[in-house]
């Protein structure tokens, strides 16, 4: 990282430390917080329930700051993972140092450090997201000598009361401006927090999602970041989440990711972008066309798809998402630019240069080659997704693609040009698999095909119990059948998920 980089970085650590995050050390951290008068450290760690968790630390002393840096602390696994038994249940939560930020939501100056767990034998606790993310990536770069990186677009409802001034078009909130997107300033003041927080952020915008019932207002809105290696995009989507929430309830309004909010409504996914990297090179792209790579990644992908649904979509309401002509997949199959499919190839710049030359005919810098933006989006997944494990599920669902001998031939047959629903594409349909339609089909495809990700001890086996049986507890087969036209009983449930992960 350059100078002017680091002094430009929104993070204040890296500008005072003048390093990256990834060079952080304890002595680091201890001097910062020396001298920006750092009176309490928390500790924040990702439970089964997705959300942040925090063990709050009043700094008395500097060998005491120096102990917690340096042991980490105890805490109670039984309480944050149904897979981990009462009677032996403490875990060490150990702070990773380059996560730490400063919280801007508190007067006291207070260090934030994301946290890994650890067994009694002080080995990484392997049914842990975190660390079956961290398995997947390393068997990854392993295997292929390349870096995987992945980027999410956090999806989300700001929900406050009516406002009649300058209303909104209902599911017409597309990239709407102030006036008529009434929290762009929420989301502008979301983005600045995740920055300084160490989230590198491609852009921000309102999305379709606008309408109104009663005397409530619904606003959709979506922040995507930059591309970065697994668990820091992991990482950056779960602070992200969280710097949202609370600005959410500084502002006294509701900030909801869930996957559907009410019926007829666009529900909201949370998609992932991947590519593979090596040597600063994108290896999506050859001879400026999608590459074999890329093609044998997203057939892998596309092979595991309706299992990854186990870990991505975790909640009833997440298959009342996953509905025809609401820009959300059912069928597996893919597509350039086509938001209807399971994995969509987004425009690239890939034979498309000199643009701006041509829209800035008097300005000639900027022609320089760039490294490509090739990348391929997972477009299942939302807001109650196990961030962690989608992502390791992505990741090993990619390897048994380039593994598999007719992958090529897979992503032919399952490619489609135009939006599945068109009527000319309605032969395809009788050809492709369908998605899962509840909890409950999603976690009998797991249990198929468990196989595929509990090689390597990626995923362990005990885990995957452990996810099939909480997916099953729900009950939910035939919902959407069983809820068709009850728009009340629906309304009960999305309310009952409103603030999932």
């Not at 972008?273 to 050859?286: F, P, R």
Request: charged share 25%; net charge negative; proline share 5%.
């Amino acid at each position: 990282m350059r100078n002017n980089e680091l002094l430009m970085n929104p993070n204040s650590l890296v500008r005072f430390l003048k390093k990256p995050p990834s060079e952080f050390t304890r002595e680091d951290i201890i001097h910062f917080c020396e001298e920006h008068h750092i009176e309490i450290v928390n500790f924040r760690y990702v439970s089964e329930d997705g959300r942040l968790q925090t063990l709050n630390f009043i700094i008395s002393s500097m060998d005491h700051l120096n102990t917690i840096l340096s042991d980490g602390e105890r805490v109670d696994g039984s309480n944050l993972f149904s897979f981990i038994d009462a009677g032996s249940s403490d875990l060490y939560a150990i702070p990773r140092y380059r996560t730490a930020f400063v919280n801007p939501f508190v007067d006291v100056p207070t260090l934030e450090i994301l946290c890994s767990f650890y067994d009694n034998e002080g080995k990484p606790l392997n049914s842990a997201p975190g660390y079956i993310l961290s398995k997947a990536d390393a068997e990854f770069t392993r295997q292929t000598g390349s870096t995987f990186k992945a980027l999410g677009e956090l999806e989300y409802y700001v929900i406050g009361d009516k406002d009649d001034l300058y209303p909104g078009r209902d599911q017409k909130g597309y990239h709407a401006s102030e006036p008529f997107a009434k929290y762009e300033d929420l989301r502008v003041e979301a983005m600045k927090l995740i920055a300084e927080a160490g989230g590198k952020i491609k852009y921000g915008h309102s999305e379709v999602g606008c309408f109104t019932q009663g005397d409530t207002y619904y606003e959709q809105h979506e922040i995507e970041f930059l591309p970065a290696p697994a668990e820091e995009a992991a990482e950056q989507l779960i602070v992200a989440k969280w710097i949202v929430r609370m600005l959410g309830f500084r502002y006294g309004v509701d900030i909801s990711f869930a996957p559907k909010i009410t019926v007829g409504k666009a529900g909201s996914g949370l998609h992932f972008h991947m590519l593979a990297e090596k040597d600063g090179n994108n290896l999506m792209v050859e001879d400026d066309a999608l590459s074999p790579m890329a093609r044998r990644m997203i057939a892998g992908v596309l092979d595991a798809g309706d299992a990854i649904t186990a870990f991505g979509n975790g909640i009833p309401t997440s298959y009342l998402r996953l509905v025809p002509h609401q820009e959300a997949p059912t069928y597996i199959c893919w597509g350039d630019r086509n938001r209807s499919v399971v994995v969509r190839v987004p425009l690239g710049w890939t034979g498309a240069r000199h643009m701006t030359r041509n829209a800035n005919p008097n300005d000639r810098s900027g022609e320089e080659d760039r490294p490509s933006k090739q990348t391929f989006e997972y477009r299942v997944a939302d807001g109650s997704a196990d961030i962690y494990l989608t992502l390791a599920s992505l990741i090993v669902a990619s390897l048994h693609g380039l593994n598999k001998p007719d992958a090529l031939d897979i992503a032919d047959a399952l490619y489609v040009e135009s939006n599945i629903f068109r009527p000319e594409n309605k032969e395809r349909l009788t050809q492709l698999k369908q998605l899962p339609a509840s909890c409950w089909e999603s976690a009998e495809v797991l249990s198929q095909k468990r196989a595929l990700f509990e090689q390597n001890d990626v995923f362990p086996a005990g885990m995957i119990d452990n996810r099939i049986a909480m997916l099953k507890a729900f009950e939910d087969e035939g919902l959407s059948e069983k809820l068709y036209g009850k728009n009340d009983e629906i309304a009960e449930l999305v309310a009952q998920y409103l603030h999932i992960a």
